[in-house]
């Protein structure tokens, strides 16, 4: 199956990782069965090292609590546990789980984690070559509703109502996994960095003193070079899109997005890009915005402060939220550019 990368990174001219007084180190490794890529900066070389394998660690505690691939992780203790007890779990995981049921309840249920149920329904590896019996979509969607999710505040316990409920972090988890590798590399004494996983990326700091961050949006029918670009200051970047997993079937595409509420494949939309200061929120928001569609999805993120959106339709056209200045590429800009592939965000 071909890749296709839609965000870029772009660098000035001068190489970014060593503008000033300033040295970088980049570790580019699998975790969370997703490439990361982990580059800190300082004027101290000394703190380089141990600040990637500071940031290492963390996301790697992170999956521990997070996977429902370990057989002995909280969530998968949750999902085996659905419709029979509750399970205590630490205040972080319980935060966590509180924050997407309120995105949730912010997207009408466009985001929901407790989707993990349906997962076998579609398979987006090729071998797919007829849609779901209407039954079986009928009898799975019974089991996807956040708001049979129970939460007990004063226990720290989580509650599965319904057997054969499952929760799935995937769309969120490598999102807070980079902010929780930003926070510990900043608290090591890493002012300027930037950490990618996939279609996620976070940066603080500068490129350069004074100067902001370059990101570019690669045209999903062309991944090589850039549509558009925007520039913003220390913030993350997501992108979600629905071309680099797909199934055909009887001639027509199928992206691998779902839409919670129907556990149908989404349309319209070919990828989505979420502008905000929080890698989490912003992972969460691009799948949910991505399901809303271009109209509800983009009337959404025009009411929340500090959020900005870019869109590509099935048509090829770009779509910006009201605060959000887009630069477009036209036919024949070869503007030279240099950047760091990111990749696409998978659910």
């Known amino acids: 199956m071909k890749i296709l990368r839609p965000v870029f990174l772009f660098l000035a001219l001068a190489p970014l990782l060593s503008f000033g007084q300033l040295k970088h180190k980049t570790e580019v490794l699998l975790l969370m069965g997703s490439r990361f890529e982990i580059t800190p900066y300082s004027e101290n070389e000394s703190l380089l090292d141990s600040a990637i394998q500071i940031a290492i660690n963390e996301i790697k505690r992170v999956e521990s609590i997070l996977s429902e691939w370990q057989e002995n992780s909280k969530i998968s203790e949750i999902n085996k546990n659905a419709g029979i007890k509750p399970i205590e779990v630490s205040d972080e995981l319980f935060g966590l789980i509180q924050r997407c049921i309120k995105v949730s309840d912010l997207t009408d249920g466009a985001f929901d984690i407790s989707w993990a149920a349906s997962r076998g329904i579609w398979r987006f590896d090729g071998s797919m070559t007829a849609l779901p019996e209407p039954e079986i979509i009928e009898e799975m969607i019974s089991l996807v509703n956040y708001k049979n999710i129970v939460l007990d505040k004063e226990k720290k316990t989580v509650f599965l109502k319904e057997k054969g409920m ?132 983009m009337a959404l993120i025009n009411q929340l402060n500090g959020i900005e959106c870019m869109m590509i339709d099935n048509e090829g056209n770009i779509l910006s939220s009201d605060n959000l200045p887009i630069n477009k590429y036209e036919n024949g800009d070869k503007t030279e550019q240099h950047f760091i592939d990111i990749g696409t965000k998978k659910e």
């Open 166 to 297: 499952a929760i799935g972090l995937g769309a969120i988890g490598k999102g807070y996994a980079a902010n929780r590798a930003k926070y510990v590399m900043q608290q090591a004494g890493i002012e300027n960095g930037i950490v990618i996983c996939g279609g996620d990326l976070i940066t603080w700091g500068e490129p350069a003193e004074g100067k902001l961050w370059r990101i570019g949006i690669a045209n999903p029918d062309n991944p090589s070079e850039a549509m558009a670009w925007f520039e913003v200051g220390p913030m993350a970047v997501v992108t979600s899109g629905d071309y680099e997993k797909f199934a055909m079937i009887d001639g027509k595409r199928y992206g691998h997005i779902i839409d919670p509420r129907t556990l149908y494949p989404v349309e319209g939309l070919r990828s989505v890009t979420i502008i905000c200061p929080d890698a989490e929120l912003a992972d969460a928001l691009a799948t949910a915005v991505f399901v809303m569609g271009k109209i509800n999805g």
